[in-house]
């Protein structure tokens, strides 16, 4: 090689070894600064962060975001004596599936021996769009429970990293230590969502979200893959503990458009529970005993009601 050549490699190292050496010490400000906004996220970082960033739990609710805010894991404990996790998520993310199925595997502490294990159901988490003919199509493959690894980690920056899309500045500066949010996702899972409840305003949003389910209920149908990834999630749980089936009131005007749309799906629920040798708890009767934030969800106060009237139902049903 020339002596030329060899010089101006020689002088590129030593310009590149000199550039490095600069900019080390920023990347390791960088990542110490990241790492200190991280450790700030909580319930008000997103909907979902906490559910990654607490230890792995014995007792588990499941479902969708019917489920998220209308079981209370604190009246829970209260009522049964035990702590309660809830890991449903929404609609979107966590319908009954093999991908909910295999992020409850990495949720649930693998210790668990007697476990207590409610699983809120409605047909929309247990149902596809017309155009879904396998797993592949389903709109969870995007959902974090298919993507996240560690389950159990507080501050959890693989979530953050996946799956926090503002600046990491908006952690610490939105902090429920500041100021709680209208949506805060308490450590235990339970999200707490706090909206104006005047009359007018709760009509304004059931009446979207009349539109809404009359408008995906012409473009879905149970799903066979739903309903078994749902007999297997039961059937894994079973060996673990007790397993209870929940479905949760609407208002009624949802109620009535889920029983046009699905008139036989508390008595498949009922088979399902049969067959599975699991309870049963059937409240979607009772529509006129709760408020609703949306004629979907359940308002926080009515929530508590549920989750305490749920708790009685398990405790009456051991007596038999």
Same mark, same amino acid.
């Given at each position: 090689m020339p002596i030329l050549e060899i010089t101006n490699l020689s002088i590129f190292s030593f310009s =590149?070894?000199? +550039?490095?050496?600069?900019?080390?010490? *920023?990347?390791?400000?960088?990542?110490?600064?990241?790492? &200190?906004?991280?450790s700030f996220a909580d319930g008000n970082t997103d909907d979902n962060y906490m559910h990654f960033a607490v230890k %792995?739990?014995?007792?588990?609710?499941?479902?969708? /975001? @019917?489920? /998220?805010?209308? &079981? &209370?894991?604190? $009246?829970? %404990?209260?009522?049964?004596?035990?702590? +309660?996790?809830?890991?449903s998520l929404n609609i979107v993310e966590s319908p009954y599936g093999p991908v909910y199925f295999k992020a409850i595997k990495r949720k649930?502490?693998?210790?668990?021996?007697?476990?207590?294990?409610?699983?809120? $159901?409605?047909?929309?988490?247990?149902?596809?769009? *017309?155009?879904?003919?396998?797993?592949?199509?389903?709109?969870?493959?995007?959902?974090?429970?298919?993507? !996240?690894?560690?389950?159990d980690r507080s501050p959890n920056y693989e979530y953050l990293l996946k799956r926090y899309t503002r600046s990491w500045f908006k952690i610490y500066t939105e902090r429920a230590e500041v100021e709680r949010s209208n949506t805060f996702l308490h450590e235990d899972g339970w999200l707490e969502v706090n909206i104006d409840m005047h009359k007018d305003s709760v009509a304004a949003r059931t009446h979207k979200k009349e539109i809404f389910y009359k408008d995906i209920a012409k473009n879905i149908d149970l799903s066979q893959e739903r309903l078994k990834a749902f007999n297997e999630i039961i059937n894994y749980l079973r060996t673990k503990g007790k397993v209870y089936l929940v479905r949760i009131?609407?208002?009624?005007?949802?109620?009535?458009?889920?029983?046009?749309?699905?008139?036989?799906?508390? @008595?498949? =629920?009922k088979d399902v529970a049969h067959k599975q040798n699991v309870k049963f708890f059937d409240f979607s009767k009772d *529509?006129? %005993?709760?408020?609703?934030?949306?004629?979907?969800? !359940?308002?926080?106060?009515?929530s508590k009601?549920?989750?305490a009237q749920i708790a009685d139902s398990i405790v009456f049903s051991r007596k038999y």
């Open positions: =590149m070894k000199k +550039f490095l050496i600069k900019i080390i010490p *920023y990347f390791v400000a960088i990542i110490i600064v990241l790492a &200190v906004l991280g %792995k739990p014995q007792n588990i609710i499941l479902g969708d /975001s @019917r489920g /998220s805010q209308g &079981v &209370v894991p604190g $009246v829970l %404990k209260k009522k049964l004596s035990t702590q +309660f996790d809830n890991f649930l502490d693998p210790e668990t021996k007697n476990g207590i294990f409610i699983l809120t $159901v409605s047909p929309w988490n247990l149902s596809a769009s *017309y155009g879904a003919k396998s797993e592949k199509d389903f709109p969870e493959l995007k959902s974090p429970l298919n993507d !996240m690894y560690f389950y009131p609407t208002s009624q005007s949802l109620t009535s458009l889920e029983n046009q749309k699905y008139p036989h799906f508390s @008595r498949l =629920m *529509y006129n %005993k709760y408020d609703y934030t949306d004629g979907n969800h !359940m308002y926080k106060e009515s009601k549920l989750t």
